[in-house]
């Protein structure tokens, strides 16, 4: 006896940022959703990702605040950290969260199906384990957001005592006295920053020639040597082979250099798509060399009733807030309503170390790539009140324009921050650039005195011709 199809508008593989913002935003439109989830609605970014390490990472900049404290003439004793309790908080957070997502999507009346979910021919998909294990539910259209998961390296087993993930790093109940961290891109810089300032000595070891690859060569800068000044040793431009435990310690092998004893190995090298088992035959979906599905701008994959978001997409930034974006692209098309992509070189980006790093449109470099004649101003933190107020004024502000024919700066091709509440400032940048605002255009709207948004609007006006502090 086979079961029963199930009918929908719309089946959602993936309960993630991606999966669960297209679920509420088509249920909101009144479609007939269904969401199928193999863990917990929120999945990586709420329980094993972004809401927790930022969760460590603020109470790491508590830590810090703490022992800095005498500057305001506050006095304090030692300052400890008791990891456990920062454990459990993260999780009272997390669990707030996910019942009210999961509330929402009550409210909204999608459907839920708990398992392991299968996309085979005619927008069938059969879930294979869990709760749900059999069911079969048929879209009219299909959303792929089955998300990613770590990479891991050759010669590095997780163990979830010596080596650790993202994820198992994420359960720890008590801190290690020394760290080496695999990976010097934003998440490798989140996790040695917060283990930094919370008491751990930690050693970051990358591939490429610089940690933060990708981000303007100045933010670059400043990240680096605040990293020095707080005893983060940066080996970048390694090639690590392995490790051997010993003695409650391991050694981590660099090619050509000395070993890096350490008690915990957190690899930080990225993360793959959860692909594997995803398309059964006939889906007519196409998948690329690496795992990841290939979508077009509307988020249609090569079946013209199966769509793609989220991490599991080719050649886009594995984010959430992109996965957010690209779940409402999709479910607009599938209304057959007017849609903006999203365009990838425009998109924010936040890295939470410290110091904090925000970003959005060209680096100098990747501008003058294209073939752009530029025109550069930067201002650092410590001329700025707010920053010395708060005794926070490490960073800068760097705003790349385009040049015009008269030498004055054009449109705003990328806003750069490095410094304090940086991801919680860009939201200007990133309206100007979207907004293709040339530079005089974003300079004339008014800065509250005094605040570190301050720092931008002198950055753009002195790059409009005329500063009031900077050059």
């Known amino acids: 006896m086979t079961n029963e199809v199930q009918l929908f508008d719309v089946v959602i593989i993936g309960g993630g940022p991606g999966g669960y913002a297209a679920a509420l935003y088509g249920a909101s439109a009144g479609l007939n959703v269904a ?41 304090t004793g030692a300052v400890s950290v008791d990891f456990s309790v920062s454990q459990a908080r993260k999780n009272e957070v997390v669990d707030k969260l996910h019942k009210g997502l999961s509330g929402l999507l009550k409210g909204r009346k999608v459907t839920i199906y708990e398992g392991t979910a299968r996309l085979d021919a005619d927008q069938v998909v059969r879930i294979l384990d869990g709760a749900d294990a059999g069911v079969e ?4 259209n299909v959303i792929l957001a089955a998300g990613s998961v770590p990479r891991t390296l050759p010669g590095f087993d997780v163990d979830g005592q010596i080596v650790l993930t993202s994820d198992e790093f994420l359960d720890l109940d008590t801190l290690p006295a020394s760290a080496a961290v695999i990976g010097g891109g934003a998440i490798g810089c989140e996790f040695a920053s917060m283990l930094s300032d919370m008491g751990t000595a930690v050693t970051v070891l990358e591939g490429l020639p610089t940690i933060l690859a990708g981000c303007d060569s100045e933010v670059v800068s400043v990240v680096g040597r605040s990293f020095k000044k707080r005893g983060i040793e940066v080996r970048a431009g390694v090639n690590v082979t392995g490790h051997t435990p010993a003695k409650g310690k391991t050694a981590v092998h660099v090619e050509g250099g000395d070993d890096v004893v350490v008690e915990v190995v957190v690899l930080a090298v990225g993360r793959r798509p959860r692909s594997e088992g995803l398309l059964g035959d006939g889906t007519g979906v196409e998948v690329n060399e690496r795992g990841f599905v290939v979508a077009n701008s509307s988020m249609r994959t090569a079946n013209p009733n ?20 690209e779940a409402i692209v999709a479910i607009k098309t599938i209304l057959g309503e007017p849609v903006v992509p999203v365009d990838y070189d425009r998109v924010p980006w936040a890295i939470y170390s410290n110091p904090e790093v925000a970003f ?13 004649e530029v025109v550069v101003k930067k201002d650092p933190f410590g001329g700025n009140s707010r920053a010395q107020i708060i005794g926070e004024t490490e960073g ?12 004055t ?31 005089e255009e974003a300079a004339a709207l008014i800065q509250p005195h005094p605040s570190l948004s301050e720092t931008f609007g ?14």
């Open 35 to 75: 969401l199928i989830e193999r863990d917990k609605v929120g999945g990586t970014c709420l329980h094993r990702g972004c809401v927790p390490a930022k969760e460590f990472l603020e109470t790491a900049h508590v830590r810090r605040t703490i022992e800095h404290a005498s500057t305001f003439g506050i006095g």
């Open 137 to 140: 539910a048929k879209g009219t």
């Open 409 to 439: 700066a054009g449109q705003i091709l990328g806003v750069h921050m490095a410094g304090p509440w940086v991801t919680e400032q860009l939201g200007a940048g990133y309206y100007a650039v979207n907004w293709e605002a040339t530079a």
């Open 458 to 471: 002198e950055t753009l006006l002195a790059l409009a011709g005329r500063g009031l502090h900077v050059g």
């Open 360 to 372: 959005v449109g060209l680096t100098e470099a990747a501008a003058k790539e294209r073939g752009y």
């Open 396 to 407: 800068v502000v760097k705003i790349i324009a385009e040049k015009r024919a008269d030498g």
């Open 306 to 325: 199966v769509y793609a978001i989220g991490d599991i997409v080719a050649n886009t930034p594995q984010l959430a807030h992109v996965g957010f974006a």
